[in-house]
């Protein structure tokens, strides 16, 4: 069983960052694949970013990319969701999900086994 427990949401202005941090227990980490998904009020849940194994590969959404990056420090069982420029658009609950399968890094890939209880992010304009 892996426990992933997201932390570091909260209200910003546009323009400004946040950072997002998913920290595991249960498994050894590096061995799972992690992403983020997010959904807004009376939306689908979408895919943000991912990050492999080593954290030698990451992909991510086209709304995100250059703004969003995604990485993991093995040691600490924890990957980092760093949110820069900010937008009102952005504004979602944010989860992370891991799986121990050979899913390709892509913005497809999957599917993810297991999932945080999401944490809020608010952009006001």
């Known amino acids: 069983q892996v426990q992933l427990v997201e932390s570091g949401g909260g209200l910003v202005q546009a323009g400004g960052s946040l950072r997002l941090s998913c920290a595991a227990s249960g498994r050894t980490f590096s061995n799972w694949a992690v992403a983020w998904f997010r959904q807004a009020p009376g939306k689908e849940r979408r895919f943000v970013t991912a990050?492999?194994?080593?954290?030698?590969?990451?992909s991510y959404a086209d709304s995100v990319k250059g703004r969003f990056t995604i990485s993991r420090d093995n040691a600490k069982n924890t990957v980092y969701l760093q949110m820069n420029s900010l937008k009102p658009e952005d504004t979602a609950v944010y989860y992370c999900?891991?799986?121990?399968?050979?899913?390709?890094?892509?913005?497809?890939?999957?599917?993810?086994?297991?999932w945080g209880q999401g944490t809020q992010v608010t952009v006001s304009s």
């Open positions: 999900a891991a799986t121990a399968r050979p899913v390709p890094i892509t913005p497809w890939g999957g599917p993810y086994d297991y």
């Open positions: 990050i492999s194994r080593s954290g030698g590969t990451t």
